[in-house]
């Protein structure tokens, strides 16, 4: 049996790697068409391209792993059953459940190699890609930067801070501005719960207090007022750090912090549960990919094999961003908007699983 378990956990690896170089190299050359304008027209170096996609690998990596682990089980599973492998397994007395535990630990290697990747390779290599597409793409803004669990720019006289960006509001939460001198000293402090940009360029702050530090030092309370700060939001939208370019204890660190300071980040809980959630997709797409490939062996092949999964992954990715979308706008829970659809894709594999071997 264990040559069985070796020559199967074997092909299926072989099938997994040709399916993610592929899968990856069409990724990278719609994107590369996509992009190709923008990075030329800003004079981008082939240096600077090559970089920009190879810090993009680790994330690209993490998003297909799914749709490439569920064709490369298809093909295999397709290939040895039309050999009739597994029926002279099964004829042995080898059971569905022991003959295909190859294929789900392999899906579980490549779910631990998508998991990994995205908590110690893609978020760093993420800010560098970031960093090459905003020079090039769009050259001499100032973007915030992450630090402390809070958002900074430094303006000409004064620094800003926010805890958390609303970027479909146009709205900071937690907003502070400190105005420094050019000895850099403090000289003035505005704190406020929320802040926004008008029409005419001025920011409307809301539910909070004003300082003088050159003065009596006393903090001035307000409800709603006007400040003509010279700086504008923009630096905040464009230097927002998306859930990828953070480790999953960096994410929750921000979450566990700004909720204990009243804000909403129901939509970074959800891509905090998402950060699991997707990477054991890996293996419940398994549970799918293996009763579907059995169902017509003599007649499913390579190709059609192939379509069937990039079918069932379309359904399953629809499924899945609907959930999160759902989540982020607060009409479902995080947690179950980012559990909700590993738990009916397991629910169904299972019994697919159990259809077929009845």
């Not at 990596?61 to 490439?68: D, E, K, L």
């Not at 001499?140 to 509001?169: C, E, H, K, T």
């Not at 890996?282 to 059995?294: D, H, K, R, S």
């Amino acid at each position: 049996m264990k040559i069985l378990t070796r020559y199967l956990f074997r092909e299926f690896l072989r099938m997994t790697a040709a399916c993610l170089a592929g899968f990856m190299a069409l990724y990278l050359a719609i994107d590369f068409v996509e992009m190709a304008d923008k990075l030329f027209r800003h004079n981008a170096t082939m240096n600077e391209i090559l970089l920009y996609y190879l810090y993009s690998i680790p994330q690209i990596f993490f998003q297909i792993s799914p749709v490439a682990v569920l064709v490369a089980v298809l093909i295999t599973v397709s290939l040895r059953a039309r050999a009739g492998e597994f029926t002279a397994m099964f004829s042995m007395g080898v059971s569905p459940m022991r003959a295909f535990v190859p294929l789900i630990v392999g899906c579980a290697l490549v779910s631990a190699l998508s998991l990994a990747c995205s908590e110690f390779l893609a978020p760093k290599a993420n800010l560098k890609a970031r960093e090459i597409a905003r020079l090039r793409i769009r050259p001499g803004r100032v973007a915030a930067q992450f630090s402390m669990n809070r958002y900074w720019i430094r303006g000409g006289d004064s620094i800003l801070s926010a805890q958390v960006i609303d970027a479909p509001n146009l709205t900071l939460h937690g907003f502070q501005y400190l105005e420094i001198d050019r000895d850099f000293r403090l000289v003035g402090r505005i704190d406020a719960k929320e802040a926004a940009i008008l029409p005419g360029g001025s920011w409307r702050l809301r539910d909070g207090q004003e300082r003088r530090f050159d003065a009596d030092l006393q903090a001035v309370p307000f409800q709603e007022r006007t400040f003509p700060f010279p700086e504008t939001i923009q630096g905040f939208l464009d230097g927002e750090a998306p859930p990828r370019e953070m480790t999953y204890r960096q994410l929750s660190g921000y979450v566990r912090d700004s909720r204990a300071r009243g804000y909403n980040v129901g939509r970074y809980e959800v891509d905090l549960h998402a950060k699991l959630s997707y990477s054991l997709l890996n293996v419940i797409i398994g549970l799918i990919a293996i009763p579907m490939a059995l169902r017509a062996p003599r007649t499913v092949g390579v190709w059609r094999s192939i379509g069937v999964g990039l079918l069932i992954g379309f359904f399953c990715w629809m499924a899945l961003s609907a959930s999160l979308s759902m989540g982020r706008k607060g009409l479902l829970p995080p947690i179950a908007a980012a559990w909700l659809p590993d738990l009916l894709f397991a629910i169904a594999g299972v019994m697919l699983f159990r259809r077929r071997h009845a």
